[in-house]
């Protein structure tokens, strides 16, 4: 049968358009293969899936307990992947479907492995899973709340029955340092654990310092370790409210969980410095530095904070002559949030007002208290705040002491 040629085949433009026709095939086949690069290795971080489970009880499983396995987190969330578990890590597919159950009827230690699939690309998840006898005991985790402060820093008793509360005092600060950045350190003591029989012993302490974040990955946000011992010092801690979580395992492999808030409040003073007086460029400003924190998905939110001004109601620079309102001394304070908006001021606040029972009668002592409500997401925020000295006044004055607390209990 005699050839036949179709088209361009047959004509001078045939091996420039088969050219052409070649790279444009060669294009699309590379821009397929790269599309594709990566995506079909298992469990690799450019699969674009992401196999995620947790189960329940995620702890002290015993020979016989019933475990519950969902991969409901597992992304994406479309209807569009299988699931394949495999619960004693030998390779061999024990149950399919989103969820599952699973009895061990041994103790030991067994890898759990999820696999998930689009049918095309796949990813796994796999997790050691602890299984003790039927008759294993659990330990008791207890944490010391011996931390506590004995004493504020006015000196008054402390009360703290079922957390810690820790006051950080900074007295007679230099006027040169007048940013709140004061730490301290919180003793962790987990010495009253106790293990459940004579012949069972506790073998792991475990601390978990931000409990509401899963550092770890296990889908256990109360397990990470961030610090490990019986006896631990947790430092740098600065003002505020924290949840702390302690995790004992015993020898026999079981564990048990504790919990406590620690409550870190703060005072700071600076005593005897001159504000000095109104001239040509002003009134005179002081500004102090503090944070505020008030987070509500961690806990951590602030009580209050109290900006205590003690100053003398005359000084040696008084008018001669003149009436008493315009001798007495008169400073003010002012609060800005972290974007620089006044959130309030003392200006309201009258001579009257500035004495009471426990400030010397030759003195005005002004206190401003700031409500947790004014640092909330719907009002000023927290962050970054400001407490200003402000004298509107020609005269120098003399400040007998100035203090801020910050109370998260």
Known sequence: MPQRSIGFLGTRWAPFLMG????????????MVSSLAGCVTEGGEETGLDAVFTLSPANNIRVGDTVAFDASGSLPNDGSLSYRWDFDGNGTVDATGRTAAWTFGVAGSFTVVLTISDGVRSAEASRT????????EAPTATISLDASSEFDCLGEDVSASSYILIWLCEDDKETS??????????????SDSEAATSDDYITEWTWDLAPSEDDDGDGDAENDADLQGETVD???????????????KSSKGLTSTDEVKVHVNYAGTWTDFEMGGNSSSGPA???????????????????????ELTYPQQDDDWVVGGGQQQNN?????????EENEE??????????????????????????PLSSYLMTDTTHGDGEWTMRIHNDRWNDIKVNQFRIVLEYK
């Open 20 to 31: 052409r026709w070649a790279v444009a095939t060669s294009l699309m086949l590379l821009m």
């Open 285 to 307: 400003q002081l500004d102090f530095d503090v944070t505020v924190v008030y987070d509500r998905d961690s806990g951590n939110t602030i009580r209050k904070a109290i900006a």
């Open 329 to 337: 001394n008169r400073l003010e304070v002012y609060v800005f949030d």
């Open 234 to 248: 947790w430092t740098s801690v600065s003002p505020g409210e924290y949840e702390v979580v302690l995790t004992v």
């Open 343 to 368: 959130v309030v001021n003392s200006s309201e606040i009258g001579d009257d007002q500035r004495e009471d029972s426990e400030c010397d009668s030759d003195d005005y002592c002004l206190s401003l």
């Open 177 to 190: 340092d007048r940013r709140i950045s004061a730490t301290t350190t919180v003793v962790l003591d987990a």
């Open 129 to 136: 899973v602890d299984v003790v006898e039927a008759s294993a």
